[in-house]
């Protein structure tokens, strides 16, 4: 009989490599648009946070490129690409 696994133990089966520069990238002066704020609560993989300066910081390891951050604060804000072929994440569970 196989075990039922939570949405935390399946990403944590997924594989990331990383590429030589982030996919993603906030523009430079917009670490402090309230257009940005909302990736804090919808990134499910929870990479982005604020910092004590109010600046919204994103910390691309563990990416799944699902483009929810690209949609809730759209490409005035974020650089957003596709990692280069071979890079980024691999599922591993469906
Ligand atoms: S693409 Fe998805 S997982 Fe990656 S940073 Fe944006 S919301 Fe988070």
Known sequence: M???LDLKAKLGL???KPALEPHIKI?????????LK????AC????YSEN????VV???DGCLECGTCRLVCGTEILDW???PGGTGVQYRFG
């Open 2 to 4: 196989s075990e039922r």
């Open 14 to 16: 997924d594989v990331f």
């Open 27 to 35: 523009k430079q002066g917009m670490e402090k648009d309230l257009r």
């Open 38 to 41: 909302p990736a804090i609560r």
């Open 44 to 47: 499910p993989a929870g990479l």
């Open 52 to 55: 004590d300066n109010g600046e």
């Open 58 to 60: 994103l910390t691309i």
């Open 81 to 83: 690409n596709y990692p």
